[in-house]
């Protein structure tokens, strides 16, 4: 009885309460907050939670983080960093009393500066980098006087910095880098004492000195001026910023000399750089004098005199560069060996004296770039024992003697170039330096044989020994490299040159040898019959491959013979098990007779042959038959194929079950009525658009990108290939044979590719030497897929006269003037070129020969994507390709 009573009384109470405190008090944080994500719009849901009717406490909203101040819960941050938010700011933010941080940091905010924050009376930190914010900085700054952290980079914030910043002087962090801000900056730093960041950086309209009350911020720790027009002189009060530990005032205007004791005064200095200015007179004095500093910057200016030996004094350098300088005398050898050092640059400048063997003891050294110097040296033995070394350039010296047998011993080295000196001797066997993609010694007085070890160096790309004395035959090894640049002009060698080494490389890269023979070349060679027997090894590579591909298809047909005998002989004997994951109403009876001969319309693979079956549902489906190594169990095998049969991707084929015996196993695939577009490009109408070729290049990618990241277990495909890509009706692309490694076991599926890979084009090259599969080995298959659609040919062709594979052939034409236009498909309409230009780019990354430098498959995608969406208009420097991403 009683509980019946109080209940009314009780709701009465409390909505008389509610109804109080509505009227008299203040709105609620979560009200203030509601209002406040009433102006934003959120077009990613990203605040769903933000809400009146969720039972989250607006504490526990996307984004909040509430403190106990005086024993009441009250939000004190707001972090909505890259949520995709755009709308309006609304000052109503200003009315949660307890503010301090606020970060609306990465979002599309198109606004002026909000100054209706200055009402925010407790905001400390006010991020707002990288928004859409426009407009000039208005002198009513000064009313943001609690700010310690102000954070306007990356907007499009322009006009002067105005004089009313100098009551800010609580900041400690002001970031205005990367903004269109110009003029003169003013003089507000002797206000803004507490300032332990300042960033100016990144404002190319900026005209102006560098103020010279910077000098009075004494707890200023890091100064980034850098690649924002300053002009002028370095001022001498810099010497005042005694906290000061970086440095950048790289990329602008600047002249005259550095301060006489700034390097002596900056005693916390752990990076210090100037480069690209205009500043002379000699390397700064005592800059070593705080052992601290790691990075040093000049080069790109004009600076002269030589580097003191005191630079041994920088035992935590990691970076020296003072390239592109006047500096001359003797380069410090102790430089050589600093115990930290990865980074050398010495490059143009007029440098005298010698590489020390005691560079073995810089265990950390990874570059090395000293050409166009006076270096009188020997190349030291102590080199080759850097493991850490990944390049090492030093053309346009006076380096003599032979090179070391270990010079190229680094297990890293990519990079070698010492064209232009003179080297004497043979070029030693350089078999270890698996990692080589370039290889200069061109202009020297190297003698001897181009060894045959060359041929052994699985990612050798560029190859110039052009200018020399070398004498002998051009070794047939090298016809396994895929060499973008092979240049033996100028020297002594004689005999028939390899077909594969000349095809699509200019004639000049031979000339100067008067004893070479060969078709394009002044003589044929002597014992040459007329023309069929001059592509050699060309032609013995292709009955290779033929005799691979017969001996695999009997050796296919031959176990298919004698299962179907077999199977003949005992067809009840009930050996055989069979798994659908799809409702199929077939018996394996069914599938098995209806495996003869004639359906045999998919083709053979490597892993055998596919047949088109139809179902007595006329359905069709496509099975393929793999011989059963009997690595796993019944019940293994059946877990590894439902692994495959889960993945749902609207690009990967279907597997709708598997039957299997001792012997062999059948997949069952769905059918796929346009083929594989392998066979596609193959035919001699291939005509598709490129609208239609960008789309299964998409498609492609994103089937892949699924099977690395998205899938559970995350899976390779492993033999990635235009013959495995299958077009549906629309030519939507789905992938077929992917993870039978999974299901033959991995020793039986490398020895079948082995099989075949030695020939295969689509294998990344690190295939060679490593054990290991890896996705970027199914990136570079990819990448080989997209050269197929760009330039409209087969991978790997049948005729053995075109038999140069795609990626040689891509690679040589490209590094030829104008010759990127000549390898895409003429059949497309140059409306496209632009796109396909790109699409070739994306290409060469993805088929780099470093596997580091390729690309994942979900950033492909993106790339792709955004082909797709937008109308191309950027240029492709083809010219600058070869630096940047293969090497
Ligand atoms: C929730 O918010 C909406 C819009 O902000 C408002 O119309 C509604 O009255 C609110 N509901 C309550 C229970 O406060
Ligand atoms: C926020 O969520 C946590 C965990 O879900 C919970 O323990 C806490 O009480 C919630 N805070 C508030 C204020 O509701
Ligand atoms: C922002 O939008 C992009 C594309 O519009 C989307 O990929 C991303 O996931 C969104 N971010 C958030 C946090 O919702
Ligand atoms: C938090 O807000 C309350 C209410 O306005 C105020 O009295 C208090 O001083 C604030 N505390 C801090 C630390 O700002
Ligand atoms: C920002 O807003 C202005 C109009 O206020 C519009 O003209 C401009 O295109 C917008 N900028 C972007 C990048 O959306
Ligand atoms: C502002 O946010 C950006 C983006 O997250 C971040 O990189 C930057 O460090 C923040 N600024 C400050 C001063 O913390
Ligand atoms: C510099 O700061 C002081 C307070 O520290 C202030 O009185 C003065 O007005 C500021 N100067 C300028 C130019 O804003
Ligand atoms: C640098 O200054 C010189 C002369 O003062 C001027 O001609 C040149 O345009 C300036 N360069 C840049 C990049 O501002
Ligand atoms: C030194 O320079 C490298 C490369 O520019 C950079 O990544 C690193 O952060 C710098 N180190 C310091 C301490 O500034």
Redesign the pocket.
Known sequence: MATTCTYPLLLSLISTFFILTSSSSPPSEADILLTFKASIRDSSNSLSTWSNTSE??H??WTGIT?TTISSV?SVTSLNLQSFNLSGEISSSVCELPNLSLLNLADNFFNQTIPLHFSQCTSLETLNLSNNLIWGPIPSQISQFGSLRVLDLSKNHVEGNIPQSFASLNKLQVLNLGSNLISGNVPSIFGNLSELVVLDVSQNSYLMSEIPTDVGKLVKLEKLFLQSSSFHGEIPDSLVGMQSLTVLDLSQNNLTGRVPQTLGTSLKNLVSFDVSANRLSGLFPNGICSGKGLINLSLHTNVFNGSVPSSISECLNLERFEVQNNLFSGDFPVELWSLPKIKLLRAENNGFSGEIPDSVSKAGQLEQVQIDNNSFTSKIPQGLGLVKSLYRFSASLNGLYGELPPNFCDSPVLSIVNLSHNSLSGQIPELRKCKKLVSLSLADNKLSGNIGSSLGELPVLTYLDLSDNMLNGEIPQELQNLKLALFNVSFNQLSGRVPYSLISGLPASFLQGNPELCGPGLLHSCSDDPPRHRSSDLTTLTCALISIAFAVGTLTIAGAFIAYRRYYKQRPQTGLWRSVFFYPLRVTEHDLIMGMDEKSSGGGVGVFGRVHIVSLPSSELVAVKKLVNFRVHSSKALKAEIKTLAKIRHKNIVKVLGYCHSDDAIFLIYEFLQRGSLGDLIGRPDFDLQWSVRLRIAIGVAQGLAYLHKDYVPHLLHRNVKSKNILLDADFEPKLTDFGLNKILGDAAFQSTMASESAFSCYNAPENKYSKKATEQMDVYSFGVVIMELVTGRQAEQALPSESLDIVKWVRRKVNITNGAVQVLDPKITSSSQQEMLVALEIALHCTSVMPEKRPSMSEVVKSLQSLDSMTYTAVVDFSAFEEHSVV
């Open positions: 989250i406490h504490c526990n509430c819960l």
